[in-house]
């Protein structure tokens, strides 16, 4: 079992930058990836960015955040982190994080278990 927590969020403008960053708590977290979604308003939640297992482990983005977002985890604090770069109005959602218990998957059904979310607003 993982529980997860995000504060933050906020109010950036275009072209900004803004890092989450997620804790999860349960000894399991090393085991499992991690994700970070999003959903905008009358959309459906969307993969942002995923990481396997394993720190400096594999990765994917959605294409309209590749060469800006950075995702990262660090198992000895059990965080994991969203750094978000050249932020678009595009990009205004609540995030959320997420586990999986799997080394890697970015099939959404597959995690398990997810934060409250943070709500990014990047006005224009």
């Known amino acids: 079992q993982v529980q997860l927590v995000e504060p933050g969020g906020g109010l950036v403008q275009a072209g900004g930058s803004l890092r989450l960053s997620c804790a999860a708590s349960g000894r399991t977290f090393g085991t499992y990836a991690m994700g970070w979604f999003r959903q905008a308003p009358g959309k459906e939640r969307e993969l942002v960015a995923a990481?396997?297992?394993?720190?400096?482990?594999?990765?994917d983005y959605a294409d309209s955040v590749k060469g800006r977002f950075t995702i990262s985890r660090d198992n000895t604090k059990n965080t994991v982190s969203l750094q978000m770069n050249s932020l678009k109005p595009e990009d205004t959602a609540v995030y959320y994080c997420?586990?999986?218990?799997?080394?890697?998957?970015?099939?959404?059904?597959?995690?398990?278990?997810w934060g409250q979310g943070a709500q990014v607003t990047v006005s224009s």
């Open positions: 990481m396997a297992w394993s720190s400096g482990g594999r990765t």
């Open positions: 997420a586990a999986a218990p799997r080394p890697w998957t970015i099939v959404t059904t597959e995690y398990k278990y």
